[in-house]
């Protein structure tokens, strides 16, 4: 059996652009924090963009880590999917976007004391 010390949850982009129903994917998320916190394991949940014009997170992400008490990254995939030189196409960053996502969650690590 796998025992990972954290998860870093990024998911819902896809949900979101095929129009997954909301309550459905909220459930998901919801089912996968709890089955990581049910075994001690913390997590780190990112926003993912709603699809439109502007990017930012998807409010539910906010609303599931408060409740949830996990820790959020409300921006950082926002930001990335606004500059087109960190995308690989309209919806997936590239390798410096990824770069960055490493970067942005290792000082946060840091920052808690987690490492």
């Known amino acids: 059996e796998h025992r990972p010390q954290l ?3 990024c998911h819902g982009g896809n949900d979101l652009l095929h129009k997954l129903d909301i309550g459905e994917m909220e459930s998901n998320l919801r089912n996968m924090i709890q089955l990581s916190l049910d ?9 993912v963009p709603k699809p439109g014009l502007f990017l930012s997170s998807f ?3 906010k609303e599931i880590a408060i409740s949830m ?6 921006d950082l995939i926002p930001d990335i ?3 087109k030189s960190l995308k690989s196409d309209t ?4 390798k410096e976007g990824y770069s960055l996502i490493a970067e942005e969650i290792y000082s946060l690590l840091l920052d808690t004391g987690a490492i």
């Open 7 to 9: 998860i870093i949850l």
């Open 39 to 47: 075994r001690d394991i913390p997590v780190i949940l990112l926003g």
């Open 59 to 61: 409010d539910i992400y």
């Open 69 to 74: 008490d996990v820790i959020f990254i409300e």
């Open 81 to 83: 999917l606004s500059d």
């Open 91 to 94: 919806v997936h960053p590239n």
